[in-house]
């Protein structure tokens, strides 16, 4: 059925649809609303069967998610950004567990200095923690994502995370087809755990594991995540079928066939790039696009065979790694190795700085005509750059840095005039 | 009716015979259709008053509840000697996640039975002092706070035995550990320092908080499983003494635990919704001295020149738990 509504609202019900048995709750912004949205189906009696547990932090949540998922029940919970560094012990400790939960996190950058506006760094930081990400381009997506997410989680078990963009996608208003229950319940059966607390039949979960097997143990993550390569297209096809939609699987392409640059990005900036796409092409320039929807397992071969033809390839991500660059380009870069075609790092949209279609417009002229260096920070003022730069050579007590660069923009001096 | 006039503890001795009772009456531990929850096998110390105490804890609590339960396991020695990989000696279902999230695991055990509507099914979560009292403490007061159905059981040794005899916020005044040496002008741990988590477990008024000791199977049995007939939070912090850590004889182990009673040390006691319902009195008072020589952690204060100053501090201490909670007397 369709509705307009919130991004936050649309997974709530997604989540709600899907059965889950236990939710845990703790606020961030701007991963909030979904698990108020929860809340609210629980506690009037819309949503049965399921505990929502308000917790005392997110690393509360994810253990308490850890406990219900072992003892056999569908568990999720929702995070975003120090959230998710504050429940990191947990997250790798899930993934270590194979325990299939299902954790929304609705990203957003990291401090300091404290920022709530959206970027990927926090996902970023868990990229190798042993869980499936996947990113949501749109809202409807979103909603599809976390339906199948629990499919692939359970068929795995392992656990997946839900990227969506924080505010962009989790506090956007749009169009969503909003499945019903049947249809639902037909594509994800209740969930039959691999290994469960069971008085009747007990097991131990979490042993201690020496340098005998922890190998072992290590590679089966592994070789269980090149499963989900073959695993998530199939459950993508299957959810196609039953909800007439294309969402998920590995990668998307748009117009890359005969493209000589193609920009690879994550998330809902996708839409953006396409515009501009559309725009150059029909300036006659041969650009397409590549979003990455599985950026955990990382799909090499998908990536290498859809960028086999272009000439130089452009990742615009919402993340680096700071002392040396780029974290999806250097992954990519590991897809296409061995082939001529530069892989370009475009660093954009950090701590909820617009990614205009003007930016995106401009540097892809750059790129076409070689102009682009190999790590490229877009839209960045080196004015401000080079003021810190300078003071900090000339003045030994240059003060805190966020302040210096707010101080130099005019921002607090308005503020304190004002 | 004649059983009742049978005195647990005759003149002289400290034992209590099972061939006195009637047979409803005898320890769990003493029958043969005990759990054995934490079977023999595993690798702790001799004398370990850990795996004495999960040992008697765990198998009163299967007895309690006709053998549906779930343990979560705390990062520590408990973990560590009962599961090597590929052995396990329990024989329960049983969990070990993170060090610090014991509590928040065993909420969501049973989150997930109420949600399946397994109300037979009951959970435990179980942990050393450093994972309940300093590192797991958030998930504990929310676990606590939230009133949710688990039974939590700290069991005490008073420092990080594990990772080799550091100090916890349950270590005592003046004792030596790895990270509280015996050297300078305080040597040991500070005095004014700790928190003691039994009260703020009360401060909480959860259904049910009781401490119990290694030495008295009986108490510790009867507060087990007066802790299953409860639902909510419960609380149960348990004395174990750590040979290994203390440096005391592995065969002092009930010894030390009762003299830590007996001298005021260890108050024992139990409470209801944050208010004291009972207290284990004081048979045979003792000087904290004889609770302190014993261990090799607490021999800086005796030998040729006795710290008297700083043993007069802890029989201070001792003495105001006995004010406190009223050890002494009928």
Known sequence: ?418 | MEQSLVKFYQTGTFTVGNRLLAADQRSVQSGAARSNSLNSGHRACQGCGEALGARYAIDAAMAATNGQLIAANATGCLEVFSTPYPETSWQMPWIHSLFGNTAAVATGIAAAMKAKGRSDVRVVAQGGDGGTTDIGFGCLSGMFERNDDVLYICYDNEAYMNTGVQRSSATPPAARTATTMTVGAHPGNEFGQGKNVPQIAMAHEIPYVATATVADLRDLEYKVTKAMSIHGARYIHIFVPCPLGWGAASHDTIKLSRLAVESGVFPVFEAERGEVTGVLKIRHRVPIEDYLKPQKRFAHLFGKSPDVATIARLQARADRNIRRFGLLGE
Request: proline letters at 5%; hydrophobic letters at 45%; glycine letters at 8%.
């Open chain 1, 1 to 418: 059925m369709l509705e307009q509504c919130e991004g936050s609202h649309a997974v709530a019900q997604a989540v709600a649809l899907s059965r889950p048995e236990v939710i845990c709750a703790y606020p961030i912004s701007p991963q909030t609303h979904i698990v108020e949205g929860l809340g609210q189906l629980v506690k009037s009696g819309d949503l049965t069967n399921c505990e929502f547990i308000n917790v005392e932090s997110e690393f509360a949540a994810l253990s308490v998610a850890i406990g219900a998922s072992a003892a056999g029940a569908r568990s999720y919970t929702a995070t975003a950004s120090q959230g998710l560094l504050f429940m990191a012990e947990a997250v790798y400790n899930a993934s270590g567990l194979g325990l299939p939960i299902v954790m929304t996190v609705a990203n957003r950058a990291i401090g300091a200095p404290i920022n709530i506006w959206n970027d990927h760094t926090d996902s970023m930081s868990m990229r190798d923690a042993g869980w499936l990400q996947i990113f949501a381009e749109t809202n409807q997506e979103a909603l599809d994502l976390h339906i199948q997410a629990f499919k692939i989680a359970e068929e795995l078990s392992l656990p997946v995370m839900v990227c969506m963009d924080g505010f962009i996608l989790t506090h956007a208003y749009e169009r969503i087809d909003m499945p019903d229950q049947a249809q639902v319940d037909k594509f994800l059966p209740p969930y039959e755990p691999r290994q469960v607390l069971d008085p009747n039949e007990p097991v131990t979960i979490g042993a201690m594991v020496g340098p005998e097997a922890f190998t072992e143990v290590r590679y089966l993550a592994h070789a269980k995540q090149m499963q989900a390569l073959d695993l998530i297209p199939q459950i993508a096809a299957e959810f196609k079928q039953l909800f007439g939609r294309d969402s998920g699987g590995l990668i998307k392409t748009y117009q890359t066939e005969d493209a000589d640059t193609i920009v690879i990005a994550m998330g809902s900036v996708l839409g953006t790039i396409k515009d501009t796409v559309d725009d150059l092409r029909a300036q006659g320039v041969k650009v397409g696009v590549l979003g990455i929807t599985s950026y955990r397992p990382f799909p090499i071969s998908a990536i290498r065979d859809a960028t086999a033809k272009a000439k130089r390839i452009v990742v615009i991500e919402k993340c680096f790694a700071v002392g040396i660059g780029g974290i999806v380009s250097r992954d990519v870069r590991s897809a296409v190795r061995n082939r001529p075609q530069p892989v370009l790092t475009v660093v954009a949209g950090l701590g909820g700085r617009a990614i205009t279609k003007a930016s995106v417009h401009k540097l892809l002229q750059d790129a076409i005509a070689d102009k682009l260096e190999l790590l490229t920070f877009l839209d960045l003022d080196w004015g401000i750059v080079n003021r810190v730069l300078e003071r900090e050579k000339t003045q030994r007590r240059s003060g805190p840095i966020a302040e210096g660069v707010l101080r130099d923009m005019g921002t607090v001096a308005s503020k304190v005039a004002g």
